[in-house]
């Protein structure tokens, strides 16, 4: 079992910056892929960024590519969301998760543990 915990959601204007953060506990972190989805209302939970187990490798989806930077910090068991240049249409319930396999993946389905979520609103 994994145990997911996102902070560092809130209130920003367009243009700005935010950074959530997502701490793990229970097994050992370093042996699972990383991903964060985000869901806005009325919306499907959607891909937004896959970090492999060493952070070797990552993965964004076209619309954050060039403003999101995934990272992740194995000795502390968290994993970060660096977002930039921030638009209103980012605004969504941001959501970490975890698979046992090191290879990228899109959807939800294929994530075996998920943490509760962190909001994130950017005005215009």
């Known amino acids: 079992q994994v145990q997911l915990v996102e902070s560092g959601g809130g209130l920003v204007q367009a243009g700005g910056s935010l950074r959530l953060s997502c701490v793990a506990s229970g097994r050992t972190f370093s042996m699972y892929g990383m991903g964060w989805f985000r869901q806005a209302p009325g919306k499907e939970r959607e891909f937004v960024a896959f970090i492999s187990w060493s952070g070797g490798s990552t993965y964004y989806e076209d619309s954050v590519k060039g403003r999101f930077t995934i990272s992740r910090d194995n000795a502390k068991n968290t994993v970060y969301l660096q977002m930039n240049s921030l638009k209103p249409e980012d605004t969504a319930v941001y959501y970490c998760?975890?698979?046992?396999?090191?290879?990228?993946?899109?959807?939800?389905?294929?994530?075996?543990?998920w943490g509760q979520g962190t909001q994130v609103t950017v005005s215009s």
């Open positions: 998760a975890a698979r046992t396999l090191n290879v990228v993946a899109v959807t939800a389905a294929q994530y075996d543990y």
